[in-house]
């Protein structure tokens, strides 16, 4: 079970961090990701962890601003959003693929297990 949490309501250039808490003993064994959605757009891929956290990957939107870490020890996957634009206002899912994830991020349909999201807004 994933359960995201951290969002809310913030102004442009403002940083939110979220957390994604994992229930189950098998997190570590399992790459996380970020994805978001904004009302009538498609689901969006926003970033990617590897199941040890060496290996991450974000979407084109999101490189340099934004940051996704994981504890394992705390069953804790972080996406800190730094210099937030208005564009980035969507829903925020966390997701958990079983593969490694050391050889890029997986398609969005391989996901294997998916969050509520939590709702970020960036006001301009």
């Known amino acids: 079970q994933l359960q995201a949490f951290g969002g809310g309501l913030v102004q442009a250039g403002g940083s939110l961090r979220l957390s994604c808490a994992a229930s189950g003993r098998a997190f570590m064994t399992y790459s996380m990701g970020w994805f978001r959605q904004a009302p009538g757009k498609e689901r969006e891929f926003v970033a990617h962890?590897?199941?040890?956290?060496?290996?991450?990957y974000y979407g084109d939107s999101v490189k340099g601003r934004f940051t996704i870490s994981r504890d394992n020890s705390k069953n804790v996957v972080d996406l800190q959003m730094n210099s937030l634009k208005p564009d980035d206002t969507a829903v925020y899912l966390c997701?958990?693929?079983?593969?490694?994830?050391?050889?890029?991020?997986?398609?969005?349909?391989?996901?294997?297990?998916w969050g509520q999201g939590t709702q970020v807004t960036v006001s301009s």
């Open positions: 962890i590897s199941y040890s956290g060496q290996h991450t």
């Open positions: 997701a958990a693929d079983r593969s490694l994830g050391i050889n890029g991020p997986p398609g969005i349909d391989e996901y294997a297990y």
